[in-house]
T-cell receptor, first 109, second 114 residues
């Protein structure tokens, strides 16, 4: 059975801190892994990862995939209150996305 | 503006009263999908559609119906809603039915079944 586990489930840090969010997965016919950010509305796309060891970067956010160990991490440096959200990872299995439960990140000013 | 729209955004109804949540996208996407999101369970797929007249069950299809008569529309039908269908529902679409394309989400429909 396909499985996606995100950790931690929730995290509270202060503005300026660096955080690392984890996503481990066991899925069949893996092709890619997507990260989304969800504030009080619909998820918005952050990254798509298909190759091991290649970091994707967008401003203060970066992500990397390890296909051998079956995990991905999402890093956020110099966090801001606007980074407060639920972060979702979703590897694909047979062309369908399998969603993790998410990590709820709270940034305190 | 490229977008996925859903209506209604909020709905309170009673057990057994049939309802339809509409979903429409203006990006000419082939792939469309319905999810429900419940606390601690993440997004769970209800149904998806690879193209017009092609629909398939997702992980939690019981109690739901869909149709895809036109490329842009993918309504979700609850024939006889029950309280366990109280949830936040998202419609999503992507260009092609492959996960090499990001999925675009609608704004969500918060449904409460009393």
């Amino acid at each position: 059975e396909d499985k996606v586990v995100q950790s931690p489930l929730s995290l509270v840090v202060h503005e300026g801190d660096t955080v690392t969010l984890n996503c481990s997965y066991e899925v069949t016919n893996f092709r890619s892994l997507l990260w989304y950010k969800q504030e009080k509305k619909a998820p918005t796309f952050l990254f798509m990862l298909t190759s091991s060891g290649i970091e994707k970067k967008s401003g203060r956010l970066s992500s990397i995939l390890d296909k051998k160990e079956l995990f991905s991490i999402l890093n956020i440096t110099a966090t801001q209150t606007g980074d407060s959200a639920i972060y979702l990872c979703a590897p694909d299995s047979n062309y369908q996305l399998i969603w993790g439960a998410g990590t709820k990140l709270i940034i305190k000013p | 503006e490229a977008q996925v729209t859903q209506n209604p955004r909020y709905l309170i109804t009673v057990t057994g009263k049939k309802l339809t949540v509409t979903c429409s996208q203006n990006m000419n996407h082939e792939y469309m999908s319905w999810y429900r999101q419940d606390p601690g369970l993440g997004l769970r797929q209800i149904y998806y559609s690879m193209n017009v007249e092609v629909t398939d069950k997702g992980d939690v299809p019981e109690g739901y119906k869909v149709s895809r008569k036109e490329k842009r529309n993918f309504p979700l039908i609850l024939e006889s809603p029950s309280p366990n269908q109280t949830s936040l529902y998202f419609c999503a679409s992507s260009l092609y039915p492959t996960v090499y394309n990001e999925q675009f989400f609608g704004p969500g429909t918060r449904l409460t079944v009393l």
